[in-house]
């Protein structure tokens, strides 16, 4: 990053300007609430309204008029001025609102600002091993180099059978590991959880783009779906829609949910995070990973419908214009027929042929 580039960075993004203005507390710790420590991803809007309307007639009793506004105007301000809100109609006419990618950043970077009971480097290092392992060994096409790679894991395998077996000890993660790894995986599961709502909005901006793109003119009902059939297939094999194909399949598969819910609660009757899972973001993580993934589902399937109903628009203003042409040429035939011409109206040089459609065989 340059300067010009940072100095652009700093005043016009949106997550940036929400932290510097002058009511950021109110704000930010509103839509926390509300959201993340509520865990939802959509909220009423009147039900917005209602809380803000009583958290700021309890600010207001401390400190007289310091938010003299009435509770919409702000959250308006919020959606419209600092991008934190998306208000929208949702499929029954119910107006919802939820954070944007741009709320989602500034929640998340001042989440990292709380102190940590400590900071864990030793899982950090294994994962990262573990993951540069894993491309090395899983992005290789030889068959020899695979069989040697699973080779070794096979081979640690056996040595741990074996000394289990002669021994009979087990080695287990002291607290101090067990407590590092729960804190990583709570930390991917936030940013995870996150991500849900910059995943949505790149899928409303192809929306977009492919609405904008049918909205020029004297363009055919036939490129407008060939416009979106590209588009659809785009994102499909864009590396955000394999990506998320890949999760909500793994997801929604019975086994692979169960055995995550068995995870999950074999971890959280560990003792050694008894102080640590009422701030945990693991909790209830199948439920809201279903959540955060239905919401994205649902929004494709409205811009979906959107899509539809501007190709029907599109179809029932070329029906009304073929419509409006055979009323004009019905109309010329008549005056023709009232005043003929003097002369020829068509001259053709040879007989017409007629095909008939009856004239065809079978």
Known sequence: MDYNQLKFTLENTSSLKALRQQHAALTLSFLHQQF????RFTVNFQDLIDTLDMVLESVNAETPNSFPRPPREYLEHWARDLHLLRIYYGADDMLLADLTPEAERALRWLEELQQRPFVGTESRFLSIFATLREIVAESNDEPEQRL???RQQQEALQREIDEIIATGNVKRLNATQIRERFMQASENALRL????AAVEQNFRDLAQIIQEA?????????AVVGNVLDADEALENSDEGRSFRAFWQFLLSPTQKDELNRLLQAIYILPELDELQTSSALSGLTKRLLDAGQKVITSNQLLAQQLR???D????AESQRVRQLCAEIKQLAFQQAAHPPGEAFVLMETSPDVHLLWDRPL
């Open 36 to 39: 993340k420590q509520a865990e």
């Open 148 to 150: 040697q790679y699973l």
């Open 214 to 222: 049918s909205l020029q003119p004297n363009l055919q009902k036939g």
């Open 309 to 311: 109903r501007m190709l």
């Open 193 to 196: 959880l996150s991500d849900f």
């Open 313 to 316: 628009e599109r179809v029932i």
